[in-house]
C-alpha cells in the first residue's frame, strides 16, 4: 500500500521540532532518528497516525504559508489546550486562527463544525482579523 509522508527541512533543530510535536499530540511516537557520528541528521516520528519526516540540511529553505498543517478537534476546549501548546515556546498567532509554532510550521486547529475562515474567539484569546 502506498502511503504519503509529509517531509520537513530543518536547519538543525529536526529532533528538537520532533520531540515538541510528540509531547503535544497524546497519539504521537518517535519512531527513528538517524545520526552521523553525534549529529542528527533525520527524524521519523508519527502524530495521531500521520507520519512525518525531517531533515536537518542547513538553512537553505525556510517554512512559509505555502504548506501548513489543519488539526480538527471536537471541542472548543482542545482547540484552546492545543492552541496553547503549539505557541508556547516562541510561537505566534497568525491572521484568520491560524498560527506559527515555535518551529516555524504553520498550523490552525479548529472545531471540525467550523466552516468559515474566521477564527473562534476565546475570552483569553480574540481571534485575529482575517484578511482575504
Known amino acids: 500500500m502506498l502511503s504519503i509522508t509529509p517531509f520537513l527541512w530543518f536547519d538543525t533543530q529536526a529532533e528538537e521540532a520532533m520531540k515538541f510535536y510528540t509531547s503535544i499530540f497524546p497519539r504521537s511516537r518517535v519512531i527513528s532518528v538517524q545520526r552521523a557520528g553525534d549529529a542528527v541528521m533525520s527524524v521519523t516520528w508519527e502524530l495521531e497516525g500521520q507520519r512525518f519526516m525531517g531533515l536537518n540540511a542547513g ?20 482547540v484552546d489546550e492545543l492552541s496553547d501548546k503549539l505557541l508556547a ?9 491560524w498560527l506559527k509554532d515555535s518551529s516555524a510550521c504553520r498550523g490552525r486547529s479548529s472545531r ?19 484578511r482575504r
Open 112 to 130: 471540525t463544525s467550523c466552516r468559515s475562515c474566521s477564527a473562534i474567539p476565546t475570552a483569553r484569546k480574540p481571534a485575529a482579523p482575517c
Open 89 to 97: 515556546h516562541g510561537g505566534k498567532p497568525t491572521q484568520c486562527g
Open 59 to 78: 538553512p537553505h529553505f525556510t517554512f512559509n504559508e505555502a504548506v501548513s498543517f489543519f488539526v480538527a478537534c471536537e471541542t472548543q476546549q482542545e
